[in-house]
């Protein structure tokens, strides 16, 4: 048999054996439990399951999708997951061949996993776990090392080095955290947040989009960095005024666009990388106090609170997301995601059907449209914009 064929087959078996594996993540994960005790147990009758029930969809399909011991139904998404995990590492190991990506390849599974799991919590929940995405973007930064001269490949998409791969996962997190700040001081009417946090939070990504963007992303987060410390000091939020900060950001990109100061892009991307770069340290410090501290944690509901344009779950599946593919295909992906939730939220909205839009699955739609067809999107964007500019 054909190597990569075979390596196609064991992919796939591999998919279904994570899927099921995965089935345990989308449940307890949101529920705290521990992923590994108890073994796996039906959730209507707790009756511990035999190996026998726990073969990836064949155990589904010969009990007729029902628990051996009550009789109770089983939620089709068991085998749904299972099957879809299969299909995606198949499809992964189709494309990016072992031989060639090496453990890369195994790489972009992890993703296909984390994107997977994330998507379905987010449905039940409207929630993203930061176990999968934190600990997903230092996978991807760590993946980096296996992506090394293989960013760059005709029509074929590479996979980012480390060096890209944290700028993938700044860009990413810092993308979709500009749009939330942004949002929800459009949704405010521009008036200042009522409830800052104490003592880093959305403030500290204004200032890191607004440093950054003039003296570069880590200067940008050194600068938030020492408003974290004065607000330290004075035991207390000492206010940073965001018509300064994003209206400064705003006017900097108006005043670089007519020839003033750095280029528009230079601009944006470092007060972007900036914003990424406190977001996640904010994710970080969030995540650990409220594992302190769970009674205190923020259900998303933001009804006492500032308006929210974007949750922060969605922020960190970006940096994921950036940190396994690199930026290009980030930017792909949010576009991507982007038109599918505006196509789907106007259908929505037809249907009455309510007012939240869950992102999380419309990013992972478009990782897995930057995942297969980046390379040739960003070849033929690129062929169009070289026929501008020839004679």
Same mark, same amino acid.
């Given at each position: 048999?054909?190597? *990569? !064929?075979?390596?196609?087959?064991?992919?796939?078996? #591999? @998919?279904?054996?994570?899927?099921?594996?995965?089935?345990?993540?989308?449940?307890?994960?949101?529920?705290?439990?521990?992923?590994?005790?108890?073994?796996?147990?039906?959730?209507?009758? *707790?009756?511990?399951?035999?190996?026998?029930?726990?073969?990836?969809?064949?155990? =589904?399909?010969?009990?007729?999708?029902?628990? /051996?011991?009550?009789?109770?139904?089983?939620?089709?998404?068991?085998?749904?997951?299972?099957?879809?995990?299969?299909?995606?590492?198949?499809?992964?190991? +189709?494309? &990016?061949?072992?031989?060639?990506?090496?453990?890369?390849?195994?790489?972009?599974?992890?993703?296909?996993?984390?994107?997977?799991?994330?998507?379905?919590? *987010?449905?039940?929940?409207?929630?993203?776990?930061?176990?999968?995405?934190?600990?997903?973007?230092?996978?991807?930064?760590?993946?980096?090392?296996?992506?090394?001269?293989?960013?760059?490949?005709?029509?074929?998409?590479?996979?980012?080095?480390?060096?890209?791969?944290?700028?993938?996962?700044?860009?990413?997190?810092?993308?979709?955290?500009?749009?939330?700040? &942004?949002?929800?001081?459009?949704? /405010?009417? &521009? /008036?200042?947040? /009522?409830?800052?946090?104490?003592?880093?939070?959305?403030?500290?990504?204004?200032?890191?989009?607004?440093?950054?963007?003039?003296?570069?992303?880590?200067?940008?987060?050194?600068?938030?960095?020492?408003?974290?410390?004065?607000?330290?000091?004075?035991?207390?939020?000492?206010?940073?005024?965001?018509? #300064?900060?994003?209206?400064?950001?705003? $006017?900097? !990109?108006?005043?670089?666009?007519?020839?003033?100061?750095?280029?528009? @892009?230079?601009?944006?991307?470092?007060?972007?990388?900036?914003? @990424?770069?406190?977001?996640?340290?904010?994710?970080?410090?969030?995540?650990?106090?409220?594992?302190?501290?769970?009674?205190?944690? %923020?259900?998303?509901? *933001?009804? %006492?609170? %500032?308006?929210?344009?974007?949750?922060?779950?969605?922020?960190?599946?970006? +940096?994921?997301?950036?940190?396994?593919?690199?930026?290009?295909? #980030? #930017?792909?992906?949010?576009?991507?995601?982007?038109?599918?939730?505006?196509?789907?939220?106007?259908?929505?909205?037809?249907?009455?059907?309510?007012?939240?839009?869950?992102?999380?699955?419309?990013?992972?739609?478009?990782?897995?449209?930057?995942?297969? =067809?980046?390379?040739?999107?960003? %070849?033929? =964007?690129?062929?169009?914009?070289?026929?501008? $500019?020839?004679?």
């Amino acid at each position: 048999m054909n190597p *990569d !064929l075979l390596f196609v087959l064991l992919a796939g078996i #591999l @998919g279904l054996l994570v899927g099921s594996f995965s089935n345990v993540l989308i449940w307890r994960l949101p529920r705290g439990e521990n992923i590994a005790f108890p073994p796996s147990h039906c959730p209507k009758c *707790d009756h511990p399951l035999a190996p026998k029930d726990l073969v990836p969809l064949f155990s =589904w399909l010969s009990l007729g999708g029902k628990c /051996r011991y009550c009789r109770a139904p089983i939620n089709p998404r068991y085998p749904i997951v299972e099957a879809l995990t299969g299909i995606g590492y198949a499809a992964i190991a +189709a494309a &990016f061949p072992f031989a060639v990506y090496g453990a890369g390849t195994l790489g972009l599974m992890v993703l296909f996993t984390i994107l997977l799991v994330g998507s379905a919590i *987010d449905l039940d929940t409207m929630t993203i776990p930061d176990e999968l995405t934190l600990s997903g973007t230092l996978l991807g930064v760590l993946f980096g090392l296996a992506g090394a001269g293989l960013y760059a490949r005709e029509g074929v998409l590479g996979l980012p080095n480390v060096s890209q791969a944290v700028e993938g996962a700044l860009l990413g997190a810092g993308v979709l955290v500009a749009i939330g700040v &942004f949002g929800s001081w459009v949704m /405010r009417r &521009f /008036r200042e947040r /009522r409830f800052p946090e104490m003592p880093l939070g959305y403030q500290q990504i204004s200032l890191g989009l607004l440093a950054g963007a003039w003296l570069g992303p880590w200067w940008g987060l050194g600068v938030a960095a020492l408003s974290i410390l004065v607000n330290l000091l004075a035991r207390k939020v000492v206010r940073i005024p965001e018509l #300064l900060t994003l209206g400064g950001f705003l $006017v900097s !990109l108006v005043l670089s666009s007519g020839g003033t100061g750095p280029s528009i @892009g230079a601009l944006a991307q470092g007060g972007l990388m900036a914003a @990424g770069a406190v977001a996640l340290v904010c994710g970080v410090y969030w995540w650990l106090y409220w594992r302190r501290n769970p009674e205190t944690e %923020d259900d998303g509901s *933001d009804e %006492d609170g %500032d308006p929210v344009a974007m949750g922060f779950g969605d922020v960190k599946l970006a +940096a994921a997301i950036g940190a396994f593919l690199g930026w290009e295909r #980030l #930017l792909m992906a949010v576009v991507a995601a982007i038109f599918a939730g505006a196509v789907l939220g106007l259908v929505q909205l037809a249907l009455k059907k309510g007012r939240q839009i869950k992102f999380g699955p419309y990013l992972a739609f478009g990782a897995m449209v930057a995942l297969f =067809w980046g390379g040739p999107l960003l %070849d033929a =964007w690129q062929q169009w914009q070289n026929s501008l $500019v020839q004679p």
